[in-house]
């Protein structure tokens, strides 16, 4: 009985953690109750691999906690390249490759990209081949999907220019604004980010070292732009987080 009912709570979590994204919310509750059937919920401790765009195809959507994208190319070192959240989709666009035509590279030529838990995370682990079929058998469905995944292209897009364009100081300041509108809560005037990151994990995202970050992130405490505490930052003054970000050096 215990294991029954810790199925059908998983179950309703999964349900509800899709519907609320703009991509899974419109699907009838056939289509929908048949996904959920070969999807699980899946709890990973932090730095634990969620995924690998290799072998057997799955998709993920975030629940709760965060997972760091990383990018390994075919001849280079393995850099983490981006950070996504709660709502997020993972690993259908390499799916979506193959079905459009383009000619798939040789594996020993392919960029590959795994996902690892920034912190303890819960995702929806689905078929990504279901989730196609489905899309397949009812095209409608494609647009408020395609929509979803352009949303978030657009958020990894803006954090990627924020982190490599600029001095490192610059770099920092334009991370922190960005996953402060992603990922913040405002109370009053302050945004907390809800996102218990590490200055390992930033050193890492921005390619440097955790003493250069700690030296950047005490400057930009010092300059009234943010608070820290144990491995949570709030944006005291978003005007001035702004002004370090965008500033002539």
């Known amino acids: 009985m215990a294991d ?26 056939g289509s929908m109750q048949r996904l959920l059937a070969k999807s699980r919920v899946r709890r990973f401790a932090r730095h634990e691999l969620v995924g690998v765009e290799a072998g057997e195809p799955w998709t993920f959507t975030i ?46 030529q392919r960029v590959l990209y795994d996902f690892s838990a920034c912190l303890d995370t819960t995702v929806v682990q689905m078929p990504t081949a279901l989730i196609l079929q489905f899309l397949d058998e009812q095209p409608a469905l494609w647009r408020d999907m395609t929509v979803m995944l352009m949303k978030q292209h657009r958020q990894v897009l803006d954090t990627l220019l924020g982190a490599w364009m600029g001095s490192f100081s610059q770099r920092l300041a334009s991370t922190l604004e960005r996953l402060a509108m992603l ?16 200055q390992e994990d930033l050193a890492a995202l921005l390619q440097v070292t955790r003493q250069s970050v700690n ?35």
């Open 215 to 249: 030296k950047a992130l005490r400057k930009l405490a010092e300059s009234g732009a943010i608070g820290l505490n144990y491995n949570s930052i709030s944006v005291l003054d978003l005007k001035v987080l702004r002004s370090h970000s965008s500033a002539v050096l």
């Open 4 to 29: 029954f009912e810790l199925a059908q709570k998983d179950v309703a979590l999964m349900e509800h953690a899709l519907r609320l994204t703009s991509g899974f919310g419109p699907w009838p509750a």
């Open 63 to 108: 629940i709760s906690g965060h997972v760091i994208v990383s990018r390994t190319p075919p001849r280079g070192p393995r850099a983490p390249v981006t950070l996504l959240g709660p709502g997020s989709l993972i690993g259908l666009v390499r799916l979506l490759e193959n079905t459009q035509g383009m000619e798939s590279p040789e594996p020993d």
């Open 183 to 198: 990922y913040g809560s405002k109370e009053g005037s302050v945004i907390k980010i809800g996102l218990r990151i590490t």
